[in-house]
């Protein structure tokens, strides 16, 4: 059974930074699409941040820059590094997994940034 398990979402002034992970298990995540989605209340959710095989990423506008998705397939695990943060950054935030069998999501972790 797949599962994601995301941490290390919390509240944080503008301007500064956090690190979310996100681990897996029941699969071996090398050679999948790994990303992190977003959900602001009342809003779709979004891709903030990709890592596609063969080590590309891709990145929604809003966050280039500032954000950088990074993966270690030893440890099964994705990370976001957010930095300069704004409030307008304030969602949920979710970890996926594509695979040709289908999506798979996390619980999510909240991100808050507020002072």
């Known amino acids: 059974q797949v599962q994601l398990v995301e941490s290390g979402g919390g509240l944080v002034q503008p301007g500064g930074s956090l690190r979310l992970s996100c681990v897996a298990s029941?699969?071996?995540?090398?050679?999948?699409?790994m990303g992190w989605y977003r959900q602001a209340p009342g809003e779709q959710r979004e891709m903030a941040a990709r890592?596609?095989?063969?080590?590309?990423?891709n990145y929604a506008d809003s966050v280039k820059g500032r954000f950088t998705i990074s993966r270690d397939n030893a440890k099964n695990t994705v990370y976001l590094q957010m930095n300069s943060l704004k409030p307008e950054d304030t969602a949920v935030y979710y970890c996926?997994?594509?695979?040709?069998?289908?999506?798979?999501w996390g619980q999510g972790t909240q991100v808050t940034v507020s002072s």
């Open positions: 029941g699969i071996i995540v090398s050679g999948y699409t």
């Open positions: 890592s596609i095989s063969g080590g590309y990423t």
């Open positions: 996926n997994l594509r695979t040709a069998a289908g999506d798979y």
